[in-house]
């Protein structure tokens, strides 16, 4: 059995900036009240004629992850794509992938798991790595949100939360004889399903029955979301799911050396950070400039901890998400 270990990372956001003042102009909220109940201060939006979609941005993490593992893409032996923004409603992402960086034909899974759905791809990525099947498995979370939300009053609850971007992660056999991935903790609970969801279309939510809809009523096609049920069970879920990986390591809260939480709201964040009484430097927070960005938000967010040197070599990485489904995850890394 081998072990497995993050050897390349990249992140990639769109130029275009959308501060919540801009996003006051489309309906009725204020700058004030965003950065109070989610410390969003600004988000990047897609714009069109950008070049940019799910996929593309992805790319573009991608070979940043790559290059900086120290290799071609042609030493990627598998592809793992997270997204609930697909750029088609399929085939799924990762053939995308597959295609534009012009890989050879290696197998492509997509992964619906929405904001767990990086944690959720990690953990396949090392599964495969440590059974010895593959070398190096590429990983990518990718949203693009900011096409399918519905920017007027009626949607301004979940409009003013999510952002558009794209992070990857090379997971490879850890030859380095040291740390890498110790464990991942997966969980699922599906009877809430419908508190955080998009319904169609799909084939519950058949297209002609959505546009039968009277446009007054609540629109299927944009996502819904029960706000402060989430937010309950999200700081119960989060809390629990990496004392669970802790646990299984013979680790406590004081030996975390960075947790990157998934990027869902800032008051989550410092809930779960006074919870396990972590100091500032142990949490690492960007979702006062990128907003929620789903799968992607974990690693861009680590991404960027690692680019300012805020992860050194033996730190203990934990990393954290819960999500629509609801579904969550903690993966236990050390660096
Ligand atoms: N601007 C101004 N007012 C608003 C806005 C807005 N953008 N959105 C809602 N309001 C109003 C509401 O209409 C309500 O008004 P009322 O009291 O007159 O009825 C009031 O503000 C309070 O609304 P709440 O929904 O109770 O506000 P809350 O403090 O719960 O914050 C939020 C809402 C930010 C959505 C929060 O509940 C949250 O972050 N929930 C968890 C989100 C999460 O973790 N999601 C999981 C990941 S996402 C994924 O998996 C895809």
């Given amino acids: 059995m081998y072990t497995s270990r993050i050897s390349g990372l990249g992140s990639y956001v769109p130029e275009n900036v959308v501060t919540n003042d801009d996003l006051a102009k489309l309906m009725d909220t204020n700058d004030e009240w965003i950065q109070e109940r989610t410390g969003i201060k600004e988000r990047r939006h897609i714009k069109k004629g950008d070049g940019n979609t799910t996929s593309t941005m992805g790319v573009k993490a991608a070979t940043i992850a790559i290059e900086r593992a120290g290799l071609q893409t042609s030493d990627i032996e598998m592809i793992i794509f997270a997204t609930l923004s697909p750029d088609m409603y399929f085939p799924g ?6 295609d534009l960086m012009g890989m050879d034909t290696v197998p492509a899974l997509d992964v619906r798991n929405q904001c767990s759905g990086f944690v959720y ?4 990525a090392d599964q ?4 010895g099947m593959y070398k190096h498995v590429l990983v990518i979370g990718s949203e693009n949100h900011s096409g399918g939300l519905d920017f007027t009053t009626r ?3 979940v409009s003013v939360i999510f952002g558009d971007g794209a992070g990857a992660a090379v997971v490879s056999r850890n030859e380095t004889g040291k740390g890498g991935i110790l464990s991942t903790h ?5 009877k809430h399903k419908d508190e955080l969801a998009l319904q169609g279309p799909s084939t519950g939510y058949w297209v002609p029955e959505i546009l039968e809809k009277n446009p007054q009523e609540d ?3 944009y996502p819904y979301m029960n706000g402060q049920f989430v937010f309950k069970h999200a700081v119960v879920r989060f809390a629990e799911v990496i004392m669970e990986g802790l646990n299984a390591n013979g680790l406590s809260p004081s030996d975390i050396g960075m947790l990157i939480p998934h990027q869902a709201n800032l008051r989550i964040s410092q809930f779960i950070q006074k919870k396990l009484r972590l100091s500032d430097d142990q949490v690492y927070n960007n979702i006062q400039r990128y907003g929620n960005t789903t799968a992607a938000s974990i690693p861009i967010a680590l991404t960027e901890a690692w680019e300012k040197g805020k992860i050194k070599e033996g730190d203990l990485v934990v990393l954290a998400a819960f999500g629509s489904g ?10």
Avoid: C, D, K
Wanted: hydrophobic share 45%; net charge positive.
């Fill in 219 to 221: 629109i299927p096609y």
């Fill in 186 to 190: 997966l969980h699922s609970e599906g």
């Fill in 93 to 98: 992402g990762g053939v995308q992938i597959q």
């Fill in 155 to 157: 949607g301004r609850n």
């Fill in 326 to 335: 609801f579904t969550w995850g903690s993966a236990m890394i050390r660096w």
């Fill in 128 to 131: 495969f790595v440590r059974t």
């Fill in 121 to 124: 791809a990690l953990s396949v």
